[in-house]
Every structure is written in structure tokens, then in C-alpha cells.
């Protein structure tokens, strides 16, 4: 098969690793770590989904990433094929049907942190650009166009700023923004004890919404958050707000932000991840026709900023991601435990 590679192991007997979505920044990570592990790898560049379930058939993990959808189906088949392991290189495992794999008895492992800084970081950037315009600046002056007209920024001092979700990656996000003498509000379905103690004000969401010119998201995709951004919490924004999303697409009804964005209520989007992601990104489509109409259509406004899902990707985040997924398999292969074990949400 087309896109796969295989790093063999000199020893046998070792344990049997199969990467979906590869890319060459993750076997050459991985590869580098692996001298210390002499797992059998192979590297696969498709998708781990229902249409490649089949190719896992003697591997002891596997091992996917943000965009891999295994669903009950796919998780059936692995262990049909012997996998013992799932194990993912990111933070977040709403693409993992994770109830069903405890109940097949396949163990899931992730990366809860591998930095958050860069996370955070990536959303100061993506808000910094949108508010001054610098995407926009750029090709502008690569034009010989030194015109201001358009570019006309605000300054972020003294404005209100939302952030929902205040875990890791949230609370670095605060720290950084402490600089800019900006009032701060949170809301978080736990508050971080250790925000509250440095002064910073939980709220319920409503008031996030009224209240904020930024509001930033960093909660999980949960059956609760999704499109936790939707129409009537649109709706209940203030006018002109700017809404940025390092999280997660589904957080964000795409209709109900783009129909924002037409009638001006949403005044500035910055978006890493998006609903449709999985077709996508970290693909090149530069010869290709897009055929996803919604992402399209946010393309065409002068006010949304896209990345594709690279707010994590800095080389320490990717040293760490490489380092915590062998740790976490080996552990889990050897011992049947790991300290990054996922285990099934409790909905009640
Ligand atoms: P974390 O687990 O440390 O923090 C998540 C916070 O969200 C927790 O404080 C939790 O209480 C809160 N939360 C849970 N349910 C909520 C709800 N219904 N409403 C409001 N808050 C809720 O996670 P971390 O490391 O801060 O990551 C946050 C998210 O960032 C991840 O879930 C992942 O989706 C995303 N992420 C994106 C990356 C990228 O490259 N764009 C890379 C890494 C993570």
C-alpha cells in the first residue's frame, strides 16, 4: 500500500506499533526516540478509520492523532485484530469511542500536556494578528501598498476578555495575558482554585457572552460543549466580539458563526481548529478543488484567521509528545497500566 514505511526493530520480540496520520515531522520524531525503545513501527499516512481498520491486524498498539475516528466499529476490529492499545499522541479523545474500549478491554493513552505554552501562545498570536490586521498587512505591503485605511486596530489594554476553560491550557493563556492590563473573566465548569486565589473572577457564561470584546476558548468537546458557540449564545455576545478557537471545531456551529460574521455581530473569528477539520487539515490542497462550501465561504472574509490546527506545534511540544506516547506504551503493553490512562467520562 501507497504512504506506509516501516521502521524495523533489530530485536525480536519487541512490541508492534502502527501510526496513523503519519507525517514526516512524527516519524522522524519517533524514529529519534525509538533508539531507545527498538519498537517495530509502521507508518502509515492515512486516517485511522473505519476504511483502515484492517491494516492494524498484528500490531500490539496503535497509535492516531486529532483527526483518526475510531468508533465503536473500528474499535470492534482492532480487537478482532489483536491490538491491545490505542494510544494517542495529542491531549484531547472525543475521536475515541473510549467507553467502548474499556468495555472490549483495549486500554486508550494520551498526552494530557505537552505544552500548553504553545497552545496558549498560538492564541495571543491569532488574537494579535486579527485585532491589527497583520494577515492582511503582509500581503499589502509584499504589494507595495502602504496604505493604513482598513487596518485600524484597538488596543487591548482595559478591554474584557473571556476564556472558557481554565485547565492548562487556559490558565497559561490568563498568565500571559496579565500583561496587557486587560479585565479577565472565566468560566469553567470547575474553577481553577488557583486562579480564584490570584484574583481572577469566575462567571457564568451569559455574562462571558454580554460582557467580553474576546472571548477565548480552551474547554474539551464534550456531549456538553458541543456548539457551545451556537446561534443564541451568538446572539447574546456583544457587537463586534471577537471569537477565537484553539480547542476544538465542534465547539463552534460554523452556520451560526458565519451568519455572525454576515451581519457584523461577529467582528473578528480566529480559528486553529475547525468543525470539519478531519478533511482537511495537514493535507496539501493547493492543486485541489476544496469541496467543503462552509470553509470556503469563512475563507472569504477579510476578519477570519485560519490555521490548520498548529497552535500545538512547537519542537518542544513535539519532543514531549514523542517522549510521554513510548513511555505510555511501553508501560501499558508491559504492566497493563499507565499513568495517562483515559478512562469513560461519568455523564451523571
Ligand atoms: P485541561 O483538561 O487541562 O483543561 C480543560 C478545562 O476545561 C478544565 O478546567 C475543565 O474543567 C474545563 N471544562 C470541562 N468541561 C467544561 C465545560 N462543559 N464548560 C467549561 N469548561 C469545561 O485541558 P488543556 O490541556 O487546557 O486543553 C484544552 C483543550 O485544548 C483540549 O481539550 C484540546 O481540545 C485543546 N487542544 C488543542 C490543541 C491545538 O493544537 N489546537 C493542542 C492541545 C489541546
Keep these: 500500500m ?12 519487541t512490541f508492534k506499533l502502527a501510526v496513523f496520520s503519519s507525517k514526516k515531522w512524527v516519524s522522524s520524531s519517533f524514529n529519534e526516540v525509538n533508539d531507545r525503545y527498538n519498537f517495530e513501527i509502521s507508518y502509515f499516512e492515512p486516517q485511522l478509520n473505519n476504511k483502515t481498520a484492517p491494516l492494524t491486524k498484528g ?53 494530557p500536556a505537552y505544552s500548553p505554552y504553545a497552545v496558549a501562545e498560538h492564541t495571543l498570536g491569532l488574537i494579535l494578528a486579527l ?26 489594554h482595559n478591554k474584557t476578555i473571556g476564556i472558557i476553560g481554565t485547565g492548562k491550557i487556559g490558565e497559561i493563556f490568563i498568565n500571559l495575558l496579565q500583561g496587557f492590563e486587560c479585565r479577565i473573566l472565566a468560566y469553567d465548569k470547575f474553577p481553577n482554585k488557583e486562579l480564584e486565589a490570584k484574583g481572577i473572577k469566575y462567571v457564568d457564561l451569559q455574562t462571558i457572552y454580554s460582557q467580553c470584546d474576546i472571548i477565548s476558548l480552551h474547554c474539551p468537546l464534550t456531549y456538553e460543549t458541543y456548539h457551545l458557540i451556537n446561534d443564541y449564545a451568538i446572539r447574546s455576545m456583544k457587537e ?34 475547525y468543525e470539519e477539520e478531519e478533511a482537511l487539515f495537514f493535507e496539501d490542497f493547493t492543486e485541489k478543488v476544496i469541496q467543503d462550501d462552509q470553509f470556503v465561504r469563512l475563507q472569504t472574509f477579510p476578519n477570519v484567521l485560519i490555521t490548520s490546527h498548529q497552535a500545538f506545534f ?7 509528545i514523542s517522549e510521554t506516547t513510548f513511555t505510555n ?16 467520562v461519568k455523564t451523571e
Design 240 to 273: 463586534n466580539v471577537m471569537i477565537v478557537n484553539t480547542s476544538r471545531g465542534k465547539l463552534i456551529d460554523t452556520s451560526a458563526v458565519i451568519e455572525g460574521l454576515k451581519t457584523g455581530k461577529v467582528g473578528y473569528l480566529g480559528l486553529d481548529v
Design 314 to 320: 512547537t519542537k518542544e511540544a513535539v519532543h514531549n
Design 329 to 344: 506504551i511501553k508501560a501499558y503493553l508491559k504492566t497493563g497500566e499507565s499513568e495517562n490512562l483515559v478512562l469513560p
Design 59 to 111: 500490531f500490539d498498539a496503535v497509535c492516531i492523532f486529532v483527526n483518526d475516528n475510531v468508533d465503536s466499529e473500528v474499535i470492534d476490529e482492532l480487537k478482532a485484530n489483536g491490538v491491545k492499545l490505542i494510544a494517542l499522541r495529542c491531549a484531547g479523545f472525543n475521536n475515541v469511542d473510549i467507553a467502548r474500549a474499556k468495555e472490549v478491554g483495549i486500554g486508550v493513552v494520551r498526552v
Design 2 to 13: 501507497s504512504g506506509v514505511t516501516k521502521k524495523q526493530s533489530t530485536t525480536k520480540n
Design 131 to 156: 485585532n491589527r490586521k497583520l494577515h492582511r498587512a503582509y500581503s499589502r505591503v509584499r504589494d507595495g501598498n502602504f496604505a493604513l485605511d482598513g487596518l485600524l486596530g484597538f488596543d487591548i
